[in-house]
């Protein structure tokens, strides 16, 4: 926002503080004129913090988005800087006594259907449908990583250009499978994730699991009988020696799997060849599919916010939540997550759950993370970092307002524990860290297949599992960051459409990015590593 005149955002009514709009802040002396006529800014004020409309009196409510975000450190006269040194943070909201879910018969819930919206994806043997055609290769233990590494080049040099209808290749690598607490009871967590990562809809059905062989997680215990579904091959078109050949196995298992300790691999080179050997197997197959015209209710979107700033919840996240609310009507499943950033709402969250079950599975998530964190002896507030308050959000209260804006208005249908799959269609919270890296990772794994990422602060976050969509929370950053960001929310704030129109603009932006449009991360190849969530202890 560029604007001369001076820009305040109020969100509402009843909020005694606004946020400056203008790019590079306003100056002290200011006067405004919405919504505080007359008044003459105290002091220096940058984008995106909060300006005192009244005056607040020491341990005075702040208020925004309608509730308490703080209470005021000193006297805080009409026209000052509202910013994290002078407030104290209220105390989180404890989880006894909260609504505990409206039911189906919630108003939102019978909101008529969106009907005629498609995308072109590939169908997959278990029903799911994915936006991509790639091929993953999962391992048991980082040891293996280097292995891997060399690997996959050779894979996309020397065989990729084989097989056209591919996508590409990604090692699903990760720091966990030895020296770690394998039996601990927490341990689930990354175990589970991995299994529920090679499953993911992007993947095809196309299990491949490189070990070491000495290795804690072993692959049995990683993809143990009746993990996987089973897969129906054409014998006429599969090598003899394919491992996943009916016959070649139990069918419990349908997996190729290379051991590198395994007394048949000679040195390097032989271990090369039979990673190469067994991905190429694993070509053909993804080779020969095709996208097809899909529902929109095949999508199975993940909303995530990093690098976020106080126009994260008036731009971006508010046309997310428009977006989230059309990708439900259309059938789609969206999942919203970050629990310390959504803490802070947990009234509201828990009184959206379809059903009381599903409210006393929010509430248990988020106990179970409230003992997480005060284990490691820290609180909520360790969740806020230093570029969150230089864009103007003073703490984790008014960053969850700002955040939870992104799940729309729905029913929420069902609660996932941290590496648990999605099998309910419609607005889910899948319990994560607020992490980027973490959150994304668990999302894939419980069946995301395309992803929405919003920032203010800017980060080129991406994922080579999954396409991700960037949504700038400001003009400035989406005109700065032109070749990084897929969508600039900031016109919302600049005046030049509606919250709504910018939700409908993102999800017809999905359908595409769902149909083989790419992101700006995948024309760049920015892909972030994925990080498993281990809460068990490590030997």
Not at 27 to 36: C, K, N
Not at 214 to 227: A, D, I, T
Request: proline content about 6%; glycine content about 10%.
């Amino acid at each position: 926002m560029t604007s001369a005149s001076p820009v305040l955002v109020r969100m509402h009514p009843a909020n005694n503080v606004a946020i400056v709009g203008n790019e590079g802040g306003l100056p002290a002396g200011t006067l405004l004129a919405e919504p505080a006529t007359g008044l003459a800014l105290r002091e220096r004020v940058p984008q995106a913090h909060k300006v005192a409309l009244v005056d607040i009196p020491e341990g005075g409510a702040v208020t925004r988005y309608g509730v308490t975000i703080g209470h005021a450190l000193r006297d805080l006269p009409a026209g000052s800087w509202v910013h994290e040194r002078v407030l104290r943070m209220p105390p989180a909201r404890g989880l006894d006594g909260l609504p505990m879910g409206l039911g189906a018969s919630t108003e939102a819930s019978t909101v008529e259907p969106l009907q005629g919206y498609t995308f072109q994806g590939y169908r997959n043997p278990d029903g799911s449908v994915g936006t991509r055609n790639l091929l993953a290769i999962t391992t048991t233990v980082q040891c293996v990583a280097g292995v891997l590494d060399v690997a996959v080049e050779r894979i996309r040099r020397e065989l990729l250009p084989r097989y056209p209808h591919v996508d590409g290749v990604v090692a699903l690598e990760h720091a966990y499978g030895c020296g770690v607490a394998i039996d601990a009871p927490e341990a689930v967590i990354p175990i589970r994730t991995l299994r529920h990562l090679a499953l993911n809809p992007n993947f095809g059905g196309e299990v491949m699991v490189v070990s070491l062989g000495c290795e804690k997680l072993q692959p049995e215990r990683l993809l143990p009988p009746g993990s996987l579904p089973l897969r129906v091959l054409n014998a006429d078109t599969v090598a003899a020696d394919d491992p996943a050949r009916p016959g070649a196995g139990t069918p419990e298992a349908p997996y190729s799997h290379v051991c590198l300790q395994d007394a048949q691999h000679v040195g390097f080179g032989s271990m090369l060849n039979a990673i190469l050997a067994t991905a190429e197997q694993h070509l053909q197959r993804l080779n020969a599919r095709q996208r097809e015209t899909v529902p929109a209710g095949e999508l199975v979107v993940g909303v995530q916010c990093g690098g976020s700033d106080a126009f994260s919840g008036v731009t971006a996240n508010p046309a997310v939540g428009v977006c989230a609310d059309l990708l439900v009507r259309a059938g789609a499943t969206v999942m919203f997550s970050e629990t310390t950033e959504v803490r802070d709402a947990v009234e509201t969250l828990t009184a959206r759950c379809a059903s009381a079950e599903v409210a006393q599975k929010m509430v248990a998530e988020m106990a179970w993370y409230d003992a997480y964190l005060q284990r490691g002896q820290v609180d909520r507030s360790a969740n806020t970092t230093p570029g969150n308050k230089a864009g103007g959000l003073s703490n984790i209260v008014e960053k969850a307002m700002g955040s939870v804006i992104k799940s729309g208005s729905m029913p929420i249908s069902a609660v996932l524990s941290p590496g648990e799959r999605a099998t309910n269609r419609g607005l889910i919270y899948a319990a994560t860290p607020a992490s980027d890296f973490i959150c994304g990772t668990l999302q894939l794994a419980a069946g995301m297949n395309v992803h929405v990422f919003t920032t203010g602060r800017g980060t080129p976050y991406g994922l080579a599992e999954c396409p991700v969509v960037k949504v700038a929370t400001r003009t400035e950053l989406a005109q700065r960051w032109h070749d990084l960001m897929d969508l600039n929310a900031g016109a919302v704030a600049d005046g030049q459409c509606s919250v709504e129109v910018m939700g409908w603009r993102l999800f017809h932006l999905l359908l595409e990015v769902a149909s083989g449009r790419r992101t700006w991360a995948e024309t760049h190849r920015i892909h972030n590593q994925l990080v498993l969530f281990n809460p068990a202890p490590v030997t």
